[in-house]
């Protein structure tokens, strides 16, 4: 068999008595919502480095283990800490938490993320709804035998962000007066920032905020046939619109002070769907 279903299949076994309902929303916590679970009715943790193989990440912040629990009514899994492709994890590791939720049962995948800000009438700080995605830049996930059992050879990525959750997310934003942006974001593989010359250009073909992490995990879910969506904060503006060195405790610092209005847009989202 596949390699890669195979490990999928061996870290579900290894997991599925210890999963204590079906999820309907599987939520990937990014950079400043590490503490999200705080808020919600848990009713089981499952560390990652208790799963044989699976994927630990080693940045600062982003420890990882799934939470189960309920946000209202819903029930959630989360992602506290993902690995991204710059540690050094095959771009197929990357995805297998996305991929191994969808087996737990979640329809939805929720992502989330900080980002660089490009479209110039962005400011730290602001949430933007992902309305769709650049990929040329990262590796694709799904490069590789295909994994017929998961989803078709050459899926179609047209609407990879569910439009009915944009329309939900909207309108929770604006029911509870959060004021969201949207646009397209473009991942890079990092760790390095973008160079001026390359915000630039990302400005060009269409992005508004620039990240390292997000459009692979996309494009796994979509492939297997998730329902998406996702909101960036933008945690600083991109190498070149500011006048100071872009670094991770900026980064950090930005994206820490906007979580308490991120959960709560992320909450009342959930509630919606
Ligand atoms: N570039 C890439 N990734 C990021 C940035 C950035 O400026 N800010 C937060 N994540």
Redesign the pocket.
């Known amino acids: 068999m596949n390699q890669t279903y195979q490990k999928l299949l061996d870290c579900y076994e290894s997991i599925k008595d210890r999963i204590p309902f079906s999820p309907k929303v599987a939520l990937v916590l990014g ?1 400043g919502l590490g503490n999200y679970a705080d808020s919600m009715e848990v009713k089981a943790e499952i560390d990652y480095s208790e799963i044989k193989d699976f994927p630990v990440s080693t940045v600062p912040g982003h420890a990882g283990k799934f939470i189960f629990g309920y946000v209202g009514q819903v029930p959630v899994v989360c992602m506290k800490g993902r690995v991204h492709y710059y540690e050094g994890y095959p771009i197929t590791d990357v995805v297998l938490p996305a991929r191994l939720m969808k087996l737990m049962g979640a329809e939805i995948l929720f992502l989330t ?5 490009i479209n110039p009438s962005f400011g730290a700080g602001d949430f933007m709804l992902i309305t769709d995605h650049i990929s040329c830049f990262a590796p694709n996930p799904l490069i590789g035998q295909n994994i017929e059992e998961l989803g078709l050879r050459f899926p179609d990525m047209s609407t990879v962000y569910d439009r009915e959750l944009q329309d939900k997310i909207r309108k929770a934003a604006k029911d509870n007066d959060i004021p969201l942006k949207e646009g397209i974001y473009v991942q ?1 593989t ?1 760790p390095s ?2 160079s001026p010359a390359e915000i630039r250009m990302l400005r060009t073909l269409g992005a508004d905020a ?3 992490s997000t459009v692979v995990e996309a494009i796994a879910a979509n492939h297997m046939g998730m329902k998406i969506c996702g909101i960036s904060c ?6 070149g619109m500011v006048e100071h060195p ?1 670094t991770h405790e900026e ?1 950090q610092e930005a ?1 820490n002070k906007a979580a308490p209005l991120f959960k709560q847009l992320i909450t009342e989202s959930i509630k919606s769907f």
Request: negative net charge; charged residues 5%; proline residues 0%.
């Open positions: 950079s993320n900080a980002s660089g800000g890079l990092g920032f973008e620039v990240g390292m933008v945690a600083n503006l991109a190498a872009l980064v994206a």
